[in-house]
């Protein structure tokens, strides 16, 4: 059974950074796409970047690069997502996110395909 659960999370003044690490277990494979999404209340979920496993291989969201990077380690089984120049509009609960393989491109930031989520950890960014 495959758990995710993240971790960093908080309160930070516009221009600020943090850093979220997310650790997997009972995965049985390292052909995976490891995901960060977030939630902000009224809004739907947003895919924000992943990273493929095998190869380190990322993508990011439009409305993050260049502020937002995924890396991971793999002894540890753990993805992160740093996060800099944050925004007031960054706040959300964040959720770590973890699909079984690979798939196209297109797919790789939407919510519907990744297959486990951890329970979320909330950022407030505040102007």
């Known amino acids: 059974q495959v758990q995710l659960v993240e971790s960093g999370g908080g309160s930070v003044q516009a221009g600020g950074s943090l850093r979220l690490s997310c650790v997997a277990s009972g995965y049985t494979n390292r052909n995976r796409w490891m995901g960060w999404f977030r939630q902000a209340p009224g809004k739907e979920r947003e895919g924000v970047a992943a990273?493929?496993?095998?190869?380190?291989?990322?993508v990011d969201g439009d409305s993050v690069k260049g502020r937002f990077t995924i890396s991971q380690d793999i002894a540890k089984n753990a993805v992160y997502l740093q996060m800099n120049s944050l925004k007031p509009e960054d706040t959300a609960i964040y959720y770590c996110a973890g699909a079984v393989g690979g798939m196209p491109e297109r797919f790789r930031l939407a919510p519907s395909e990744y297959n486990y989520w951890g329970q979320g950890t909330q950022v407030t960014v505040s102007s």
């Open positions: 990273i493929y496993t095998s190869t380190g291989f990322t």
